[in-house]
């Protein structure tokens, strides 16, 4: 939950969404994580549902930066170039469709034979993102994201970086999950978890496993994205 006063100047606290704090609740209707207040408005306005905050906060960035420092970089590729942006769109998306279902059918399923099958799904949608990165990469586009070389953070490594992080302490903890034989794919993965901005997103390797051992057990009813994942529907 972060909190914003002014423009930029952020305070960023951690709540448990599982327990549903009532100051959660406020910003965010079904007591989903991530969520803003918004300081600036009086009262305090809200926003919630990360893709939307992660929009909010690269056009306050820039607008902030016009005033100010002209030198901070955007997530996205120049506005003069729609179609670039819509690469990096489609590389964000392919994240939320497949690889965020794909992580928690994989790390709730209970079944020897069903965990193969969701690690074989989960590898899949990684591997689905990748293709993307490289369509855009054999297209030409080659400095719009961790995956090339020459690449700055992209909104899409910011949509795949929690859960990378999660492959490589969840996955891994409760699944034993390995990444890939893929040279490519790992020297991405390290390139994301050792960027500056998204270690500073990081929380503990305690609190991940603590938090997401509901799932790996599949506990009833302690979780509306587990909910959602069991009863085969769309994710709050
Ligand atoms: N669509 C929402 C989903 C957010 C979400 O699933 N948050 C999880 C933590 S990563 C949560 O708050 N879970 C509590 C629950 O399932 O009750 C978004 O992208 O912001």
């Known amino acids: 939950m972060t909190l914003l006063p002014g423009s930029l100047r952020s305070q960023y606290y951690e709540v448990d969404p599982y327990k549903k704090p009532a100051e ?12 803003l207040k918004l300081h600036n408005y009086s009262p305090p306005k809200a926003l ?54 794909a992580f928690y059918r994989y790390l709730q399923a209970q079944e020897e034979d069903k965990q193969v099958d969701g690690a074989k799904g989960f590898v899949d949608a990684i591997l689905g993102v990748v293709a993307l990165f490289k369509r855009a990469e054999d297209e030409g586009y080659t400095t719009y994201g961790l995956w090339n070389a020459a690449g700055s953070l992209s909104y899409a490594d910011v949509m795949i970086a929690p859960w990378i992080l999660r492959a490589t302490n969840v996955l891994k903890h409760y699944r034993g999950f390995i990444w890939p034989d893929n040279e490519a794919l790992q020297t991405y993965v390290q390139k994301v978890l050792a960027n500056p901005a998204v270690k500073r997103t990081c929380s503990t390797e305690e609190l991940y496993l603590d938090s997401y051992e509901r799932y790996a057990f599949n506990r009833p009813n302690t979780s509306q994205v587990a909910n959602a994942i069991n009863a085969g529907r769309t994710l709050p």
């Open 48 to 101: 919630n549902e990360s893709t939307v905050i992660i929009d909010f906060l690269e056009e306050l960035a820039l607008s902030d930066a016009r005033r100010s420092s002209p030198t901070t970089e955007s997530l996205f590729p120049p506005a003069s170039d729609p179609y670039a942006r819509a690469l990096v769109r489609l590389q964000a998306d392919a994240v939320n469709r497949n690889v965020v279902p």
């Open 24 to 35: 959660l609740l406020e910003l965010s209707p079904k007591g989903l994580v991530p969520a």
